[in-house]
């Protein structure tokens, strides 16, 4: 008979073994097909970016003829400016000789402006002397004629002079002859007074002429002049002119050789991608083949094991059919009967019937209240969510344990007492007398039978447990990894006992984080361990039925703690959460492993986590903007790839509610202010452990990228734009006309590429600005990462859908502008279309301007903040974008066509996003063409069906989490940071 029961436990024994290998066969074949897909995928995409590349290099080649052609252009202008300028410096010699000529003219006609003085001064004096001389002339003659009658009357009667005071004719003859000289002296002066005086005269007349010739050489000399100077100012306009000209063409000129040079140097980085690419189809085609091979055997060895399972399996039939194992079969309940412990439970039960002591056991519906004072909670549903399992082997119920089984009852959790439960019968919770050597088989049996998709196991029920335990369902779901997780063990004074533990080099287990406030952001977050804290412990239902159970330990703590091990040993992960708390009622008492537990965990290693920090203004808010999803998926995709995350928001370190707890329950780590006083102090004291930092929005991290770069100087530092600011505040800035406007968006503009400078690589969302940085900034080390969102698919088809809506935040101010844009231009087109046709504006932070556009007549419907948009994208028609600037890609588009609802939308709503105008979307910016499109998209259900189609790949392409996932891959292997 033993050798026939060591024979059976053997073949049984063979037989798990068999199947346990084949199991493992079976994964290993599995993922071996899964690593072959992959291969398959990732050689297809490598073809598809080879041709890519060949594609972008041929467009490359063109854009340089272009750039040549355009470098000619230049040129030739540059040319033709350089004569204009040659002339005009000509232009400008000639008008100095010109100018130089008026002023020797002016000094010229100042001489004979002296000249002509100095005549007419001389005229003067001769015209003065000639009215002498005439005067004289006249006395003259007036002497000459009375001494003539006198000579006459001298001649006719000489007796007649007598008395005239000659006393001899000879005197009187001699007066004559001197009257004769004087009056022929008197002639010759008066002759050459005459001809000087003509000489004079003719001097003077000349003078005149020359004086008028000079005025008149003076007159001409000042309309030259005068012409000159209108020449002068038109050449200075136009040098002024052909000097801008000349500035501009030589910038032009210096932006094509810098476009013409960064092109080159792409095409170089291309010719090297398509190396690289062509290498790595190589590598991965040898890899496939390799694969394959391994396939092949992997398929070899699970037939074998399949043939030797098959063989264990006939061989543990013709033993289950033997005689013999009847037998044994039929006398097991025989031999359980006379088992020890079995003898005793027979025993009290023979006394209690023979004293008449016996008690009819309550039904598990009873409900009756521990003490007066407890409250009575509900009654437990059918299939509870969560069950507690209470491990009580003190003999008194006391008041404090009552007290704690009834608040944890309050929870609505089904409650399970094991252990020495007599004083607890009678009680409204499920009763399990168990001896403490048997509690393993209880925990082992319920969580192999339960329907609670998680049970807490709490080790004594005076342990004081607060906090809240449906938290443990929501941790297992928010974290896969995660199948056994403990509480946090506190104090009296809500420091920390334990979080998690570790093991010495004596192999005892020492608590974490001793003395450490529960509040502190290291604990306050969901994180795994190394080994699990056994007091109050979760353990996931369909985690621990995959681990195979719980293994034969000295104690319940042993067990759940050897549980543990095995789940680390399997990649799993050991979890603490710090939203529930625990107050141990005695100490602990040592636990001791079995040997094969023992060597496992003395096996395992800890490895060490990447530590990522993210940094935002706010902490994220993923159902009230875009870029709050993104943030938060990007948070997931790290925790995925095996990195520690840490959130920091800069602008408002207090607690943001649900918000903040749903990161914590993901393993993020938040400092709050009760943490640090200021963002630079939180990296000053642990700036150092991060190797890597993801840095959100030109307006938060411009005051955080240097304290990064001088506190955190190992980690490498990722700027994502998620727009970028100063270019959707230039277009606002267009379309508003104010100055001020545009001065704010060229402040940005400085602190944004500052931030692009500081950084080791830049995120960009849409092609179009990843594009613009590159021709403004060449040197910015740039990536192409668009937003990242869930693709579930179409939610509901065309028929039965009704209305358009919109979707955005309202402290964003384009979202604004596009609802009053969609509500005054665009709808009424709408309505006198389809009179019944209804609007719906959704969004979070509804200001008075946008409440102010409900007009329910109009069919216009302001929603205002919704938690769920599901509801709205399965019942609603058609999506709309009306945006009229911004910049990025726009979650309110990438959401719709991950659901396939059909968008309407602005080329500036779709810009870089890969969208193309009736295959994807409709793009329409004028209002009527805008309004006809919803209209079709109301009544034609084959354009919506194919929109829709053609929406959801678009957004798997582009949006999903596996396409951001790879790219963020990318990204991290470029810096020389892990991926795995």
Not at 63 to 70: I, P, Q, W
Not at 192 to 217: P, T, V
Request: aromatic share 6%; with cysteine; net charge negative.
């Amino acid at each position: 008979m033993a050798a026939l029961q060591e024979a059976t436990a053997s073949a049984n024994a063979k037989v798990a073994t068999l199947e346990h290998e084949n199991a493992s066969l079976n994964d290993e074949a599995g993922v071996r097909a899964g690593a072959l897909a992959e291969a398959q995928q990732a050689l297809a995409a490598l073809q598809e970016a080879a041709s890519s590349a060949n594609a972008r290099v041929a467009a490359f080649e063109y854009e340089n003829a272009c750039l040549k052609e355009e470098v000619a252009a230049h040129a030739s202008v540059l040319a033709e400016t350089q004569e204009a300028v040659t002339a005009l410096r000509e232009a400008t010699d000639h008008a100095a000789e010109l100018d130089a000529a008026l002023g020797a003219a002016q000094d010229q006609l100042t001489e004979f402006k002296g000249r002509l003085s100095a005549a007419e001064s001389q005229a003067q004096s001769l015209a003065a002397e000639v009215l002498d001389a005439r005067e004289q002339a006249t006395a003259a003659a007036s002497n000459l004629e009375r001494l003539s009658e006198l000579a006459s009357g001298l001649r006719n009667d000489p007796e007649a002079f007598e008395g005239g005071g000659f006393d001899d004719p000879a005197d009187m003859q001699a007066l004559f002859q001197n009257v004769a000289v004087a009056i022929g002296g008197l002639k010759r002066q008066r002759g050459i007074d005459a001809e000087a005086l003509e000489r004079q005269r003719d001097q003077n007349h000349k003078l005149i002429e020359d004086a008028k010739a000079a005025w008149s050489q003076a007159a001409d000399a000042r309309e030259k002049m005068r012409l000159l100077s209108t020449q002068i100012v038109e050449d200075n306009t136009v040098r002024t002119s052909l000097t801008s000209r000349l500035d501009e063409t030589r910038r032009d000129l210096e932006r094509v050789l810098g476009e013409r040079s960064a092109l080159e140097t792409l095409a170089v980085e291309q010719d090297r991608l398509l190396a690289e690419a062509q290498a790595n189809v190589a590598a991965l085609s040898r890899q496939v083949q390799i694969a394959g091979h391994e396939a092949e055997i992997l398929r070899r060895r699970a037939e074998d094991a399949e043939a030797l399972r098959q063989s264990a399996q006939r061989r543990y039939e013709k033993i289950s059919g033997s005689v013999t194992w009847t037998l044994v079969r039929r006398t097991r309940k025989i031999r359980e009967y006379f088992l020890p412990h079995r003898l005793k439970q027979r025993g009290r039960r023979i006394i209690r019937v023979l004293t008449g002591k016996r008690k009819k056991r309550p039904s598990v519906s009873t409900q009756i209240a521990i003490t007066a004072a407890a409250p009575s909670p509900p009654p437990p549903a059918s299939t509870p969510d969560l069950t507690v399992f209470i491990v009580t082997l003190e003999r008194q119920a006391s008041t404090k344990a009552s007290e704690n089984v009834a608040r944890i009852a309050e929870s609505g959790a089904q409650i399970i007492l094991c252990g020495d439960v007599a004083n607890w019968a009678g009680s409204r919770y499920i009763t399990v007398p168990s001896a403490a050597a048997n509690v393993i088989d209880h925990i082992d049996h319920h969580l192999r039978t339960s329907a609670s998709a998680t049970t807490v196991i709490v080790f004594g029920a005076e342990t004081q447990v607060s906090g809240d335990l449906g938290t443990f369902p929501e941790l297992f779901s928010a974290n896969p990894l995660m199948v056994v997780c403990g509480a946090l063990e506190v104090d009296h004074e809500d420091r920390v006992v334990a979080a998690g533990a570790t093991r010495n080099q004596n192999g005892d287990l020492v608590p974490l984080n001793v003395g450490q406030p529960m509040t502190d952001f290291r604990v306050a977050s969901v994180h795994s361990t190394e080994f699990l804290w056994p007091l109050v412990v979760a353990v996931d239902t369909d985690g621990f039925r995959h681990l195979g159970g719980l293994g034969v330990e000295s104690s319940g703590e042993a067990a759940l703690l050897a549980l543990a091990v095995e789940a680390r040993r399997r990649g799993l992960e050991v979890g603490v959460n710090p939203f529930v708390q625990a107050i141990r009622s005695d100490s602990l008492r040592p636990i001791q492993l079995n040997a094969g537990v023992e060597k496992t965990a003395g096996a395992l290693v800890h490895t060490h986590k990447p530590k990522v920090l993210f940094t935002d203004a706010l902490t994220p808010t993923p159902d009230r903007d875009s870029g709050s999803i993104d943030i938060y998926w990007y948070m997931r995709i790290f925790l995925e790839l095996g990195y520690e995350v840490t959130f920091l928001p800069v602008q408002d370190l207090k607690h943001a509610g649900r918000y903040t707890r749903a990161l914590q329950m993901l393993g993020i780590r938040c400092p709050l202010e009760g943490d640090v006083d200021q963002p630079w102090m939180f990296l000053r004291d642990f700036g150092s452990e991060f190797d890597l930092v993801m840095t959100y929005r030109a307006s938060s991290a411009c005051h955080v990228i240097d304290p990064i770069r001088e506190f955190a100087p190992k980690a490498r530092v990722v700027f994502d734009t998620v727009d970028l600011h100063f270019l959707r505040e230039h277009r606002a800035a267009e379309l508003s006309g104010s100055r001020e406007d545009m001065e704010h968006a060229l402040r940005t503009r400085v602190e944004e590429l500052k931030v692009m400078k500081l950084s080791d690589a830049t995120i960009l969302l849409s092609s179009l600005e990843y594009d613009y940085i590159g021709e403004i900034s060449p040197e910015t080390r740039r990536y192409l990462i668009s937003i990242v969102r869930d693709v579930p698919g179409v939610g509901a088809p065309a028929a039965g859908r009704r209305g358009a809506m919109f979707v955005g935040g309202f402290k964003h101010a384009p979202n604004t502008d596009a609802a009053v844009f969609l509500c005054s231009e665009i709808w009424p087109r709408v309505r006198s279309r389809d009179p019944l046709a209804e609007l719906s504006i959704i969004g979070a932070d509804v200001s008075p301007e946008i409440q102010a556009l409900h007009n329910p007549s109009q069919g216009i419907n302001i929603v205002g903040f919704v938690e769920d948009l599901d509801p709205f994208y399965k019942s609603m028609r058609v999506n709309l974008a009306p945006l009229r600037y911004g910049a990025g890609v726009k979650g309110k588009v990438a959401a719709s066509l991950s659901v396939g609802l059909p968008t309407v939308a602005t080329p500036t709503a779709v810009e870089g996003m890969f969208l193309e105008d009736g295959r994807d979307v409709l793009v329409c910016e004028d209002p009527e063409a805008f309004a006809e499109a919803v209209v079709r998209l109301f009544r034609d259900d084959v354009l919506w069906e194919r929109l829709s189609c053609n929406a959801v790949k678009a957004a798997q392409d582009t949006f999903s989490i596996d396409a951001a996932r790879s790219r963020l891959k990318t990204m991290l292997v470029d810096l020389g940071l892990p991926t795995e």
